[in-house]
Structures are given as C-alpha cells and as structure tokens.
C-alpha cells in the first residue's frame, strides 16, 4: 500500500510508459504487478517479493523529493539493487556532480557510475574502462566542470589522440580549433551541456578551458588542472606514459578508453591496456570498470554491446583452449 498516488504516477511514468516499465520490471523479477490507485499486488516468483517492494519503497521516495524522474530509473534501480540489495538508491540517484546548463542534475545511474565518481573525488588518476555509452567521459567532463566551479583547479584540458589524422594536424587547413573540432566533437558536446556555449567560448579563449590533440601536450608541465584523456585505448605506450608525465601540483587527471576498440595500426600495442597494467599496484591510481550493463543509451545498444562481449569471451576461450593444445601436444 502506497499513500501517495502521484508520487506512484512520477515513478512509473506516463500510462504508455508505465507497459514499458511495469513490464521491464517483470521480466528482470518473474513478479507480476497488479496496480490499482495506491495498492500494488505482486504475484508470481516469492524469492523476488522483497526485492520489488524494497525497490518500489525506494522510488516513491525518490520521487517524493522532487527529483526529476524519467521511466528508465526504476529499470536502473532494479538493476542496482540486484547488485547490491543493501544499497539506498538516494545515495546513488541523488548524489549530483554538477547541474546542467538547463539546470538538470548530472548524478550517477548506476553502481559503476557511483564509483567512478566516488573515485575521482579521492584520487588524483582515475581511469575509467568500458564501453562507449557508459557515460566515462561525460562524467568525467562533469566533474572537471565541479571542480573549476568550486576553484579546486585553475583550468580544464581535455584531449584525445587525433588517430584518424595520424596525430599529424599541420597538414590540414584552418585554424588548430578548426582542425581538431572533428575529433574532440565528443568532449565539446559535454562542455556544452554542462556549461551554455557563450561561457564556453569565452573560458577557451581565455584558456581556461583547453581541448587539443594529444601531440600538444608533448614538453608542457600540466599544474592546478583538471587532465581528461579521452579514447586512450588509441595512444601508444610512449604517448601514455608521455601524457601521465606531464600531470604537476595541484592536479587531477581521467583516462578514459574502451580496450575492445582499438584502432592502432598494426601489431602497435595499446598504452591503455599497458597502463592498466603497470600502474594497478599504485595508491592514488583508481581504476573503474564499466560493462554493457552500463550502458546509458538505447536499451537495444545494451543488448548489442553484451553481444559483442559475449563473442569476445568466446573467443578468449577458444583462445585459450588453443593454447592448452598446445602445450600439451609439446609435452607430448
């Protein structure tokens, strides 16, 4: 029983969203809901009663807040709470970065989110690792965003590697703004949304704010920042260790990169995937893990991105039966 009707309404959605979530919700629980004003009736699978009600308890209370909610929440918290049944969805929901420029809140949507931001609050390099969609970078832009505004860092430089270009920018025509737009289109987008576009242009020409390729940074000591190097799985291990070098006093830096994405020439090895592995022992380095289940876009890139994770352990596997083979057939 529920005594707030509209906070039930806010939670589940317009009526042709709630078909949606009320059947998401059954589907990932084997409980069927029976709704009525404020009661709720659950049937079907016992083992998960407990889970919907703590679930249903949790968003009403969200709602009752006034936080703006959306239909794809109570699907997210379903998921957190499968996870981790003792989590309070408050302190994950409502945990907020930093606002938008529209005034909407930039809070974490998931447990990874949670700790990915959790983790570039305590500690100076943050790498975050999955798939495109799991927010990594905007995140990561929110909280540089957080921290200029608060005057715990005096700037904000955002770069990628331009591999499309080979990193050798000279070539091209226009201004260096005008030849890196294309590749650093990603980071832009949560600029402008964090912050309106007059404000950001008048921070970059004051070089408060700073995007530029990667091969700009060769040589430059990088003090009082805010570092977000994004798509790293494309860097070199000399570009890497280059990158995380130039970090000074007083700032903090996010790698962020999806390993299974790749686009180095030949058999040139990732910088991403080397750091991870070189840097893991190291206290101040955090590293965030992120999975299709992460996924913040359309429910379909969820499923298409869990088909191709699912493909690349089937084939790690076979991989590896290859190798016991083998190493068995030596012994032989």
């Known amino acids: 029983m529920f005594n707030d009707q509209r906070a039930l309404q806010l939670v589940f959605g ?167 737009s294309p590749y650093m289109r990603p980071l832009y987008d949560g600029l402008y949304d964090m912050l309106d576009g007059v404000k950001v242009q008048r921070l970059m020409e004051q070089g408060v704010i700073e995007v530029a390729p990667l091969a700009y940074m060769r040589g430059r000591t990088l003090n009082d920042a805010f570092v977000i190097l994004d798509e790293a799985q494309n860097t070199t291990r000399e570009q890497m260790k280059m990158m995380l070098t130039r970090l000074g006093m007083g700032t903090f830096a996010v790698v962020t990169g999806d390993p299974s994405q790749k686009d180095l020439h030949g058999r040139e090895k990732s910088g991403l995937n080397h750091a991870l592995r070189v840097l893991s022992g190291i206290p101040s380095v955090s590293v965030c893990k992120f999975t299709g289940n992460d996924v913040m876009r359309h429910p379909l890139v969820q499923d298409i991105v869990r088909a191709y994770e699912h493909d690349e352990r089937e084939r790690a596997e076979r991989r590896e039966e290859r190798r016991a083979a083998e190493r068995n057939a030596n012994r032989g």
Do not use: C, W
Request: charged content about 25%; proline content about 5%.
């Open 14 to 180: 317009s009526p042709s969203a709630s078909k949606r979530v009320i059947a998401e919700l059954e589907r990932g629980t084997g409980v069927r809901l029976h709704i009525r004003g404020t009661e709720i009736a659950l049937e079907g699978n016992s083992d998960n009663f407990a889970l919907v009600e703590r679930l249903l308890h949790q968003m009403v209370a969200l709602a009752r807040t006034g936080r703006p909610m959306v239909p794809t929440d109570i699907g997210r918290g379903l998921e957190i709470l499968m996870e981790d049944p003792e989590t309070k969805l408050t302190k994950v929901f409502d945990d907020v970065v930093v606002n938008k420029a529209n005034g909407k809140p930039i809070a974490p949507r998931s447990l990874a989110q949670k700790r990915y931001v959790d983790a570039m609050r305590r500690n100076n390099l943050v790498f975050g690792v999955g798939p495109a969609g799991t927010g990594k970078t905007f995140l990561a832009v929110a909280m540089a965003v957080r921290r200029l505004i608060d005057k715990q860092v005096r700037r904000i430089i955002l770069s990628r590697p331009a591999i499309e270009a080979g990193e050798n920018l000279g070539f091209l025509p226009g201004t260096l703004e005008e030849k890196v």
